[in-house]
């Protein structure tokens, strides 16, 4: 579902002319990696908010994504089994 909505928002893109038919993958790519990085947030703000540990959360997603982003660590075949495995 994710790569049909950024692989339409390129489409539109390209078609108005904001960017060129050679960059539609690297467009694509990087709007699919935004979304799910960014619905991975949400909803861990969701259930900090449910659980009553907005704090915990918010510091958690401070000191984890960096380090995350920057160290690496296990990668998972599939968006939803990351997501799932990166809760906190």
Do not use: T
Request: proline residues 2%; aromatic residues 14%; hydrophobic residues 50%.
């Amino acid at each position: 579902m994710v790569a049909r909505l950024s692989k339409a928002l390129v489409r539109f893109q390209i078609s108005i002319g904001l960017i060129k038919e050679e960059d539609a993958n690297i467009y694509q790519y990087g709007y699919a990696v935004m979304a799910e990085m960014a619905s991975n947030i949400v909803i861990s703000i969701c259930f900090g908010i449910w659980l009553g540990q907005l704090k915990g959360v918010l510091f958690f997603l401070c000191m984890f994504l960096p380090l995350r982003s920057y160290c690496g660590g296990y990668h998972a075949d599939k968006a939803w089994k990351c997501m799932l495995q990166s809760m906190p």
